[in-house]
């Protein structure tokens, strides 16, 4: 391996994508009912629900039809969330993914620095 080659801890592929979202289906699962709470106080205290449903698409799509790349991965997840979480959270967070998974591309694997500049592309 060449010192321009990222080593192999440091390189993101689809799996790992898809152990990171259905890990954070999990835990907006387990904490809806906390969202919902927080919510209540400034809100019409429905941001667990629709969270935990939309985070729950996420996780179902991904089973069904596990894209093949990183990128892949993100737009399908950002796309669930958008068409399943309402109120404004949905398009935020959907559009921050669609938009860092665009920025990725097709590549296989990516390193810990271009997913950092995908979210700031997401963001922006």
Same mark, same amino acid.
Request: aromatic share 4%; no cysteine.
């Given at each position: 391996m060449s010192s321009s080659e990222p080593a192999v801890d440091d390189v993101l592929d689809t799996p790992?994508? #898809?152990?990171?979202? $259905?890990a954070a289906a999990a835990s907006v699962s387990r904490e809806a009912a906390r969202l919902t709470d927080l919510d209540s106080a400034i809100g019409d205290?429905?941001?667990? $629900?629709?969270?935990? !449903?939309?985070?729950?698409?996420? =996780? &179902?799509?991904? &089973?069904k039809e596990p894209p093949g790349s990183p990128g =892949? $991965? #993100?737009? #399908?997840?950002? !796309?669930?969330l958008i068409s399943k979480v309402g109120g404004a959270s949905g398009p935020l967070y959907g559009t921050l993914l669609r938009r860092a998974?665009? =920025?990725?591309g097709d590549a296989e694997r990516i390193t810990p620095q271009q997913?950092?500049? =995908?979210? !700031?592309a997401g963001v922006d």
């Amino acid at each position: 391996m060449s010192s321009s080659e990222p080593a192999v801890d440091d390189v993101l592929d689809t799996p790992f994508f #898809l152990r990171w979202l $259905t890990a954070a289906a999990a835990s907006v699962s387990r904490e809806a009912a906390r969202l919902t709470d927080l919510d209540s106080a400034i809100g019409d205290a429905d941001h667990g $629900t629709n969270m935990q !449903r939309g985070f729950a698409a996420v =996780a &179902e799509a991904l &089973e069904k039809e596990p894209p093949g790349s990183p990128g =892949a $991965t #993100l737009i #399908l997840a950002g !796309r669930q969330l958008i068409s399943k979480v309402g109120g404004a959270s949905g398009p935020l967070y959907g559009t921050l993914l669609r938009r860092a998974g665009k =920025a990725l591309g097709d590549a296989e694997r990516i390193t810990p620095q271009q997913l950092a500049d =995908a979210l !700031r592309a997401g963001v922006d």
